[in-house]
């Protein structure tokens, strides 16, 4: 069973572009978690979504980004026009129904230049 | 909403010795409690969560305890090795919430 999968795992970006950052779930796991994480900080909720769905999006900003979940595929977080301060490891986790345990990603290390 | 403060910030221990970081939350209807190992540049780990119907859970040399009342919980590393060394957080869940995670603390076990 292959663990949870991000890629791509380092993007770089110049100021004003967009970034999509992808997640696919371990097998069988239907909720997905976007963290955040500046360098020597701690891990920053952004959203948590199930198939279709968004549950929780009160840690993402309301501009410039968005997060989805589609039936078929996987998970994307957009940033549109990104910034300096979008520099950023980006985590997801995935869970199953009804589990508290979420298991995480390798992350997607996002440089804005 | 929640609010997770975790201490110490930084912690240096002897090979051998044993380690505790302590994390306090304010939700009293928060009832999952992990604790995640994150080593430079890696993924964060879980490595043992505990939840609100029980005290104390032992894997090995890790352990947490969970004090409902005060609303805090510790996690115990004991006869610690130098591959111990790595930020630890704790994090806080009320059921089908978000997660809330503490600021992190960073262990060093010194040779």
């Known amino acids: 069973n292959a663990g949870v999968m991000q890629n791509p795992r380092h993007l770089v970006r110049r100021r004003g572009q967009e970034a999509r950052l992808r997640c696919s779930p371990m097998?069988?796991?239907?909720?997905v978690y976007w963290y955040r994480q500046l360098p020597e900080e701690g891990l920053k909720f952004m959203v948590y979504?199930?198939?279709?769905?968004?549950?929780?999006e009160s840690g993402m900003p309301k501009e410039r980004f968005s997060a989805e979940f589609p039936k078929e595929g996987p998970s994307i977080l957009r940033i549109q026009q990104v910034v300096r301060g979008d520099s950023a490891a980006y985590f997801c986790?995935?869970?199953?129904?009804?589990?508290?345990?979420?298991?995480f990603g390798p992350g997607t290390r996002l440089t804005v230049l | 909403g929640e609010n997770v403060e975790q201490h110490p910030s930084t912690l240096s221990v002897q090979e051998g010795d044993s380690a505790v970081i302590k994390c306090t939350y304010s939700?009293?209807?928060?009832?999952?409690f992990p604790w995640y190992k994150q080593e430079l540049g890696k993924r964060p780990q879980l490595i043992i969560d505990?939840?609100?119907?029980?005290g104390e859970k032992k894997d090995q040399r890790i352990a947490v305890t969970l004090n409902k009342t005060a609303k805090h919980f510790s996690l115990h590393i004991t006869e610690t090795q130098p591959e111990d060394s790595a930020v630890y957080f704790c994090?806080?869940?009320?059921?089908?919430?978000?997660?809330?995670f503490g600021p992190g603390t960073r262990l060093s076990v010194l040779p």
């Open positions: 986790a995935s869970s199953p129904v009804k589990s508290d345990t979420q298991y």
């Open positions: 097998k069988g796991h239907s909720h």
């Open positions: 979504l199930q198939k279709e769905n968004i549950i929780d």
């Open positions: 939700d009293s209807a928060s009832n999952y």
């Open positions: 505990i939840r609100s119907n029980v």
């Open positions: 994090a806080v869940r009320r059921a089908g919430q978000n997660f809330v």
